[in-house]
């Protein structure tokens, strides 16, 4: 398959490929930003979409980096899948993250698939968004007029719809840095490698040093237009004992704020059902992994 | 721009082409350079037929540009045999009968070379890992499994003739 005509640009600096964005239609979305490509060129392919212009940030120096600094993990918006897959500090201290990484799409899609364009994307089938949402994290926008930051629970509109603008590109990824007793999870339901989800949960928590949760993020892909916060789920169990009951009367409230569709990965009962049961997997991996990393210290 | 002037390291010999922006890397290296090694399967990102390296990394082809492989190296399975002898991962396949049809294994190939790469002495489940976006429909997985196996084998004693 081949994709529509299209002007390619290879700008070397990222004040030059916003100033590609700004002059190429970036107010008609007639310029588009070329990351991984991992979704963009084969939505191109099946010709589901067009654009006038590529912008490739691919020659840009900087974009790619994993580093913690000022009480957040910042992530470059051009970092590899593969590149949080293979990182011990993601390993050892964001397993939500590692876990999700090591799910998206293959081993060879992930070599070049990024961090920022699973994000903008816009596609609430991809996993990264659900993560970000649990995880609480902020996103960096950076266009004509500056770096601006984006919350992850402000920045997914609709499908394929998020708050970045035409003209701006997504920098950076910011996650706080979890404190002590601190644990999480991404459980995916897939039917292959590299199918997107029939439903996943992301889950990120804190729990007190007396064992009630402290804080926790719960989030759900592909169950909705959009990646979903189950923020009911959220409230009942914040302050609690995560008693086995409870993480069952969550996971329920978190499969009610599904709003799925039907297609060739299930009925919509089916999926609402799935989510529920991946949310309290997700809940309980979350408490062991908090639990050994406090006995750990 | 629409067309572009590139030059891409392709087994390690430069070749310059004159390119429109939205050509394919599978389709510059099978239409443009005539080397058919890489093969076209699902054209979906899926199947991994059309793996190659780009910079040693391996990618899909059919979901790059020709003109991102500008002043980069491609290494196709062309490139594997070197002064007519089979690499071992070549050979492992041929002697463990790693092969059916045929069809997914220029991209099995230069998986498994990559993997051999970074992994002298990979165990089942991280050679299945890296090879789960390469799709055998045939279903040899077994023996794939085992061609790279024999391949990491040969590569150690290669690498220690005394041991």
Known sequence: MIPPPFDYHAPQTLAEALQLLQSHGAESGEAKVLSGGQSLLPLLKLRLGATGHLVDINRIPGLEYLKEEGGVLKIGGRTRESALEHSDLVRTKYPLLADTAEVIADPLVRNLATVGGNLAHGDPANDHPATMLAYGAQIVATGPGGERTIAADDFFLGLFSTALQPNEILTEIRIPVPPARSGGAYVKLERKVGDFATAAAAVQLTLKASGEIEKIGIALTNAGPTPIRAADAETFLTGQMPTAERIAEAAKRAAAATSPSADRRGQIEYKREMARVLAARAIKRAIDRATERTKEH | ?163
Not at chain 2, 103 to 123: F, R
């Open chain 2, 1 to 163: 721009m629409a067309q572009h002037e590139i030059r891409v390291h392709v087994n390690g010999s430069e070749k310059k082409a004159e390119v429109e922006s939205r050509l394919l890397l599978v389709h510059f290296l099978r239409e443009t350079l005539a080397m058919t090694g890489t093969h076209i399967g699902c054209d979906t990102t899926h199947c991994g037929a059309c793996t190659v390296l780009l910079d040693g990394v391996p990618v899909k082809s059919c979901t790059v540009l020709a003109v991102q492989a500008d002043g980069r190296a491609v290494t196709t399975v062309e490139g594997l045999e070197q002064n007519g002898q089979l690499h071992p991962i070549q050979d492992g396949f041929w002697q463990e009968h790693g092969l059916q049809c045929g069809y997914c294994t220029p991209g099995m190939l230069m998986t498994g070379y990559a993997l051999l790469q970074k992994n002298s002495d990979p165990s089942e489940p991280e050679i299945r890992q890296a090879i789960s976006g390469n799709l055998c429909r045939c279903t040899g997985y077994v023996n794939i499994v085992k061609s790279v196996q024999h391949a990491a084998a040969k590569l150690r004693s290669d690498a220690n003739p005394a041991s």
